[in-house]
């Protein structure tokens, strides 16, 4: 059993060194995406087999305020937006994009929500 395990998580670090081992050298096309995302704003970090650049200054969503005759007019939170971006690289080594739209509550500190991918 402890056998089973130990191979187990071998397999997974043997795995994991083979996916994501483009990331420590990435073809010119995607480092300067990479870079030109981040001049643009966003944060890039290294995942498991992919990059993922996220925007740190959100767009900001204004909701309309609920309104009833009892308690009056209550403001609802800002929806704040962020531009998600995984990029992976091929053995072609030109990178492929994945778009994310990430909407979140301001004011909660946790959660947000998935809205569309391109």
């Known amino acids: 059993m402890l056998l089973k395990k130990f191979c187990g ?3 997974c670090l043997l795995t994991a060194g083979c996916t994501s081992g483009w990331i420590d050298n990435p073809s010119p096309s995607t480092r300067g995406l990479v870079n030109d995302l ?3 704003g966003f944060v890039c970090s290294a995942r498991y087999s992919d990059i993922e650049c996220m ?3 959100p767009l900001r969503n204004k909701q309309p305020s609920k309104c009833d005759g009892e ?3 209550i403001p609802q939170p800002d929806i704040l937006v962020f531009n998600r971006y995984r ?3 091929p053995d072609s080594g030109v990178p492929t994009i994945k778009h994310d739209v990430v909407e979140k509550v301001d004011g909660k500190m946790i959660g947000g929500t998935k809205v ?3």
């Open 71 to 73: 308690k009056g007019c």
């Open 87 to 89: 990029i992976n690289q």
């Open 55 to 57: 925007q740190t200054e």
């Open 38 to 40: 981040r001049l643009e």
């Open 9 to 11: 998580v071998a397999a």
């Open 116 to 118: 569309k991918s391109d």
